[in-house]
């Protein structure tokens, strides 16, 4: 009940995206996960829509990799709308505890997916509230790896 009422007074800051369609962000924040988890939405700039949306999740204890990042399941539902997708394009992000929308760069796995089917172009990220490439030089490793080798 305390976080329900903690959720409810949160504003939840949209992304700095024009839309067509009313789409509702408050159910992919959640104040206890926030710092974990990655938001992704593929938008059509031609009709201002959000095509699909959702977030990275953890993996179990028998799964091969710790969890399944934003960009990985973005890229596999930009690459379903094969012949559609000339016109989306891929955003990641996530939120502060407050609702604001802090950057999120790809990590040095994501960054070789990108590559690998050439999306550079098509991946991007809001710093400050603007809209800029997720794809930066030297990307870290991801938490999980950091982890892992220290």
């Given at each position: 009940m305390k976080n329900e009422s903690l959720s409810q007074c949160i504003i939840i800051q949209r992304p700095p995206l024009k839309f067509?369609?009313?789409?509702?962000?408050?159910?992919?924040?959640?104040?206890?996960?926030?710092?974990v988890s990655v938001i992704w939405c593929i938008y059509c700039k031609n009709k201002k829509r959000i095509i699909d949306m959702g977030e990275s999740r953890p993996c179990g204890i028998n799964h091969?990799?710790?969890?399944?990042h934003a960009e990985e399941k973005a890229i596999k539902t930009f690459l379903n709308h094969k012949?559609?997708?000339?016109?989306?394009?891929?955003?990641?992000?996530?939120?502060?505890?407050?609702?604001?929308?802090?950057?999120?760069?790809c990590c040095n796995r994501c960054t070789k997916l990108v590559q690998k089917f050439n999306l550079q172009n098509k991946i991007?990220?809001?710093?400050?509230?603007?809209r800029c490439s997720a794809i930066i030089n030297n990307p870290p490793l991801s938490l999980a790896w950091q982890i892992k080798l220290n």
């Open positions: 067509k369609n009313n789409y509702c962000f408050d159910k992919f924040h959640d104040p206890n996960s926030c710092n091969c990799q710790s969890s399944i012949g559609k997708n000339k016109n989306y394009e891929i955003y990641v992000w996530r939120w502060s505890k407050g609702g604001e929308i802090k950057t999120k760069v991007f990220t809001f710093n400050n509230y603007e």
